[in-house]
């Protein structure tokens, strides 16, 4: 934060981790130097970023990390109670997020669909989760100061504060909702999805189904766009609103002198502490909405619209489970009732 200071920016846009590119491919027919995607002099230069190496760590995490609850989540076998005991408070906590995340965001919403798909929706928030928490943590800041090279002040940061990656979750959820809708619908229930109207209300009628055929299709893609967006903008803004505060000692410094800097430093760090704990909540907050709203996008083309009855009907709730008794533990296909 001190060297990205003067200029904010710089403490939230990607940086390189060597000097030299990896690979360089032709790209000529791109443009000779569009350095947005990484183009300069007509090639494609491959570089390891802060970015890219912290998406690396937040996946192998998840994986190591549920690896390790997995082998301590009771599964009813063994002997006593304590087979059913989960062990541990750490693995208590992620028990209690999954079963949070399947049955208040993805049951209410896929029913029966919930268990088969809820291992997508479990990784997707987990990864962005532990993604957006490892971008709080100055990793660069702690390495610079334990080895005294500069040249770590830019490992770490907000792997989701990257639009390479939001994009990238946001084209995986774009797949998803198009497969899942799919495979559960068929292929032709699926896109007529799209034409609220049909296509049988005769020629007058065409130019409009078309119209919005085209317009529902836009909608999706317009819905998964602004997933990326919506995580980018609000991971980077906490980024660059934290290194404008620590900024103003500096200003202050050029202003006033040391006095000036130490007299400013006080309140800034004040501020920069409960930033950091509202960038925390944040980094929860966002992870949640964009599982939740990518369980909607699935919801709204993968469920049946008609209404289950065992939803609705308590008589049919008790028919239901007298007949098989082990529906009335299964809350994704119940879901409220229960």
């Given at each position: 934060m001190f060297l990205a200071a003067h200029s904010p920016l710089e403490h939230a846009v990607p940086h390189a981790l060597h000097s030299e590119p990896l690979f360089r491919l032709p790209a000529s027919f791109i443009g000779e130097d569009v350095p947005a995607l990484g183009i300069r002099d007509g090639y494609y230069e491959f570089f390891i970023t802060n970015h890219l190496m912290m998406s690396a760590v937040?996946?192998?995490?998840?994986?190591?990390?549920?690896?390790?609850?997995?082998?301590?989540?009771?599964?009813?076998?063994?002997?006593?109670?304590?087979?059913?005991?989960?062990?541990?408070?750490?693995?208590?906590?992620?028990?209690?997020?999954?079963?949070f995340i399947r049955d208040e965001v993805?049951?209410?919403?896929?029913?029966?669909?919930?268990?088969?798909?809820i291992y997508y929706i479990w990784s997707i928030f987990f990864f962005i989760l532990f993604a957006n928490v490892l971008g709080v943590i100055p990793?660069?800041?702690?390495?610079?100061?334990?080895?005294?090279?500069?040249?770590?002040?830019?490992?770490?940061?907000?792997?989701?504060?990257?639009?390479?990656?939001?994009?990238v979750m946001a084209v995986l959820s774009f797949i998803a909702i198009l497969?899942?809708?799919?495979?559960?619908?068929?292929?032709k229930a699926f896109f007529n999805h799209f034409n609220p109207l049909g296509w049988d209300q005769g020629v007058a009628m065409l130019p409009i189904?078309?119209?919005?055929?085209?317009?529902?299709?836009?909608?999706?893609?317009?819905?998964?766009?602004?997933?990326?967006?919506?995580?980018?903008?609000?991971?980077m803004a906490g980024h660059l609103v934290l290194a404008a505060f620590i900024g103003l000692i500096f200003t202050a410094k050029e202003a006033i002198g040391d006095g000036g800097a130490?007299?400013?430093?006080?309140?800034?760090?004040?501020?920069?502490?409960?930033?950091?704990?509202?960038?925390?909540?944040?980094?929860?907050l966002q992870a949640f909405i964009f599982t939740f709203l990518t369980v909607l996008f699935i919801a709204a083309t993968a469920v049946h619209e008609h209404d289950d009855e065992l939803d609705h009907d308590p008589d049919a709730l008790t028919d239901a489970a007298q007949m098989d008794p082990d529906k009335i533990f299964d809350?994704?296909?119940l879901g409220p009732a229960v």
């Open positions: 937040a996946g192998l995490l998840v994986i190591l990390t549920f690896a390790w609850v997995g082998r301590r989540v009771g599964t009813g076998t063994g002997k006593g109670l304590e087979r059913f005991q989960t062990k541990g408070r750490i693995s208590q906590l992620f028990e209690t997020m999954c079963a993805a049951a209410p919403n896929l029913h029966g669909l919930t268990d088969k798909y990793f660069g800041a702690m390495l610079q100061l334990i080895t005294g090279d500069t040249h770590y002040s830019h490992w770490g940061g907000s792997a989701t504060g990257n639009l390479s990656l939001t994009g497969y899942i809708g799919i495979k559960e619908t068929g292929a189904s078309l119209l919005l055929y085209v317009l529902e299709w836009l909608s999706l893609l317009v819905k998964c766009f602004v997933l990326a967006m919506r995580l980018f903008g609000t991971m130490w007299a400013v430093s006080i309140p800034v760090m004040l501020v920069a502490t409960a930033l950091t704990l509202l960038e925390l909540f944040v980094c929860f809350p994704g296909r």
